[in-house]
């Protein structure tokens, strides 16, 4: 037996309400592109519409123009989506109170989460979104869950409660030294101001 190896998220498709209400959220709200628009190739009573949500992968929505938008929070049982977290630059999400309250959009504050800062509110369909910024850049070479697993173990190891940015920080420094070669003998702290 062998497993079906994933290489990142292709797509995530949402039903939706009607197309214009998913156009006014998704692009006029997250500022998403609208880059394509066809018919749901498995239903004629709907229209499929795709959004770039900053790195090229797609975020899709059913659209049916029967379909009103309901703002009850969707469900959250067991296989449901809980929420979607979107990455946002740190000046963006900065922003996130002010233009989120601009608009009237009810939301949950900052939230620190140890390794990232996230913001939640509702769409007009009731899905929570998240909007999450990192509250560290990956060394060169190394992708954010490459800092996340090194900060992991160090978390488990020392007994902590989460990550914090003690355990990033100690684990960026760990994957520059492993990945980075040096010309020094001794990698270790100096303390050149003795």
């Known amino acids: 037996m062998q497993k079906l190896q994933t290489q990142g998220v292709h797509h995530i498709t949402l039903t939706g309400a009607d197309r214009q209400t998913s156009i006014d959220f998704w692009e006029g709200v997250l500022g998403m592109p609208f880059i394509f628009d066809q018919p749901n190739l498995d239903n004629p009573d709907e229209g499929h519409l795709y959004f770039d949500p900053g790195d090229g992968r797609l975020i899709t929505i059913f659209t049916n123009e029967n379909r009103k938008a309901q703002h009850d929070r969707t469900p959250t049982d067991p296989g449901c989506v809980h929420h979607i977290a979107f990455n946002t630059s740190r000046a963006v999400w900065m922003q996130a109170v002010e233009r989120l309250d601009a608009r009237g959009i009810r939301h949950s504050g900052p939230k620190d989460r140890g390794f990232m800062d ?77």
Request: charged share 30%.
């Open 118 to 194: 996230s913001i939640y509110f509702k769409d007009p369909l009731g899905l929570l979104i998240e909007l999450a910024t990192y509250k560290f850049e990956p060394p060169v070479g190394c992708t954010h869950a490459d800092v996340m697993i090194e900060a992991h173990r160090t978390r488990v190891a020392n007994g902590d409660h989460h990550i914090a940015e003690v355990h990033l920080a100690d684990a960026i420094e760990r994957l520059v030294q492993r990945r980075q070669m040096t010309l020094s003998e001794d990698r270790g702290p100096k303390d050149p101001y003795r």
